[in-house]
């Protein structure tokens, strides 16, 4: 990867249509490197989530057209909430199998075209619409149904297993999950007041966290990402290109894409595929993935982890920015990528794993910096443009691995500092397809 | 000329315009004028249930139908309708579920979807049963959100009306045993 470039994501973008939304995100990409120029791209990889929120279908060849590509190679790329993983992925792969020698990697979402709840029901078009949507459809719902589950498995049957009153039992547990889930909100919402590209930086406490609506027990408004109009785009070379455009490359040395069963109801309840570190005797007792774990997600990470010959994820990973749709689902997917193991997804906020070092959260986080988790803010904080949001985790990631946040934030606070290697994780459906993306300083610095 | 539409410098308000009138400006902070337009959509689809027709027409006859694995070695049961085995790939056979089941899991809907939003609040629970391998998402009532809890029994409750989808089955608490 040789340059990224990003719109500011925000509730809505008026005055800008999808296509100059993307050209605006292209243009800046093209800013810092004089030696690419439109001419040098060989074609192109372009996604967005939803036809319905743009109300036009082939919008990707309209992006095409307005950036002059024609009559360039272009797919576009769609995976749900994935799509801007897959897309990155699309990119570097038509480099990578030798079909092109530069890619551009573009995705938006114009989400601002329909009303929120009206945006929720296209979102849930994307769950099985003969047994799941007509339900209710909503995925705050499916979210929350998914960590029932999990605090139950991970904080009932172990902090609370003296009580035996099961009601009571539950309760307890799951307030304590709101609590240490709210922490996560907090890490992801004060991180984005140090990034100007964000939709909702703030500063909270857990109290507001935990005092903010309730959308569906026990996921409240300030655990939830929102909807956003934003683009995003990367571009991709090979080595010897990479050179001339860039003296601050950055390498994808391993990419993993894993899935699951469309309906939340159809996960088996079998047995843990496990990460390098882990024993069979670690989940003797543990039903895998059920409806608490995200089956795809373990499965990406080791595709990626064993592409990229990382053993170790929290020693050999500098950062991460994974998919934090909802805070709930930022603490699965720790586990699931092997930054501990199943059941330890509280403890490890609670020990302050994925917090950064330099930022005060308002509450102790005694191991911060240990492996910082959505430095940017993540959906959260960031919004979440559905075909753009991958991309944006690439943007970023790819910023931080060239030490250039300063550069592009006019602020360091965001910086990890001397960081190597990071990892962009981007997540589709209830967990219905998950990839997982490794980049590497491909410079000495 | 025809007046233009009114002008704008907050989004929320070129939204009250467009239910209003249809048409509306919204100037950004940089003074950037865009026209915005209210543009409605909707439509009726012709959507057969094909394979999972039996299913859906057996919740009519007050009966929950799932699927089994017609493989010998492999048998696996679905709460959950499927025509073919995820896990061996074999082709399944219709079998009657239970009627009564324990929660999964389980949440209280605050806020939905548009169309459901009327609804709110309301309850959605994932059900397994004995002897089934996967659960059956349905909604929850007779019941608030602080008598829930993982394990609760609960048992099967059937339109009388049926509208041949899969609101035409719900749960509520299970009447203690005689």
Redesign the interface.
Known sequence: MVTGGLTKFA??H??MDFRLMVRRAYDYALKGIPNLTKDRIDGTRISYFSDHFT?QLKAASMVQDYLGMNPKGSVRIEWGGATGGECFQAGYEAVASGRMDVCLAAGFETM?RV?T??G??FI?LASDT???F?????Y???Y???V??HI?EYI?RTKFAGITD??EA?RRAIAEGQRIMSKVSVKNHLNALHNPYAQYPKRLTVEDVLRS??????LTREQICTMSDGAAVAIFCDETRAREFTDKPIRIIGVGTGTD?M???????GKVPLMPREKPSDYADLKYP??HSFRAGRAAGIEAYRMAGITNPNRELDFIELHDAYASSEIQTYEDLGLCKYGEGYDFVERGDPFLKKVDYGFPVPNAGAIPVNPSGGLIACGHPVGATGLMQGVFAFWQLQGTIRKHFGDRALQIPNARRGAIHSHAGTGSAVTVSILERGFRP | MTARPPVYEKFREVQEELERSGAAIFRDHDGVESLVIRSPYSINYIHSYAEDSEFFLALADGKLRGSKCTAKRCGYVYATPRGHCMECGAPTQWVDLPLKGRLHSWTTCHFGSEAFLKETPYNLALVEFDGVGSVLLARLKDCTESELYVGMPVEARFSPTPKYSITDVWFVPASPEA
């Open positions: 509730k809505a008026p005055a109300r601002s009303a709840w009206k929720n029901e849930a003969n047994y799941d007509p339900l209710g459809g909503f705050t719902g499916y929350a149904l998914m029932i589950r139950y009932r099961e009601r539950q609506e309730m959308i569906s027990y026990p069963t309906r939340l109801a159809d996960r088996p309840f059920g409806v």
